[in-house]
């Protein structure tokens, strides 16, 4: 759903809401749905904030590879995942939203190329497996910015839901299946 209309609803339920309590105090004060009333508003922020916060990632230790390198490349990538999911949220606009999609898209092929050269450099057995499963993940986000240029906002929420789910997937998947055997052979 296009993020400014979602913010014009919850505009007009706040409204709604500080509408009906006041006419509950003034009409009503000891009815229980007046302080119900008034109960829901107090709580609509934090209920929203808690909401909200479920679309941002955080670093879990459970994420760590085990190789400091990687891992804070890792952080980035999810700071970069939270940047963009901040640009949409509050309507940054469409060059900024872009601009924080692209340093992300940019970053991640760093990235890729930095975890390839270091597989490759060891002599990881599943390095072929592992750049093509790169080389697919890049080609699903450049469909997302294909999308971009028909529908900003749905493109935008999509690109960031994938992100987040790919990265986190990929880090508790194959990322950590190279991770012991990079460690072994020296890598930090």
């Avoid at 916060?53 to 590879?65: D, F, H, I, N």
């Avoid at 949220?89 to 692209?102: I, Q």
């Avoid at 597989?119 to 699903?140: C, N, Q, V, W």
Wanted: glycine share 4%; no cysteine.
């Amino acid at each position: 759903m296009n993020n400014k209309i979602r913010m014009f609803g919850v505009a007009v339920l706040i409204l709604a809401l500080v509408t009906a309590a006041i006419l509950g105090v003034l009409s009503a004060p000891a009815n229980p749905l007046t302080w119900l009333l008034v109960a829901a508003l107090v709580a609509l922020p934090f209920l929203h904030r808690k909401l909200k916060a479920r679309q941002y990632v955080e670093w879990k230790p459970q994420y760590s590879v085990g190789i400091d390198s990687i891992d804070r490349q890792h952080k980035k990538l999810i700071a970069l995942i939270n940047s963009l999911q901040t640009a949409v949220d509050y309507s940054a606009g469409a060059e900024y939203e872009r601009e924080a999609l692209n340093e992300l898209v940019d970053y991640t092929k760093t990235h890729f190329g930095y975890e390839e050269d270091l597989m490759e450099k060891f002599g990881y057995p599943d390095f072929t497996l592992h750049r093509a499963e790169h080389e697919l993940m890049i080609s699903r986000v450049e469909q997302v910015l294909a999308e971009y240029q028909v529908n900003p906002d749905t493109a935008m929420q999509n690109a960031i839901d994938f992100l987040r789910d790919w990265l986190i997937n990929h880090i508790n998947g194959t990322d950590k299946q190279y991770s012991s055997f990079l460690i072994d052979r020296g890598a930090t």
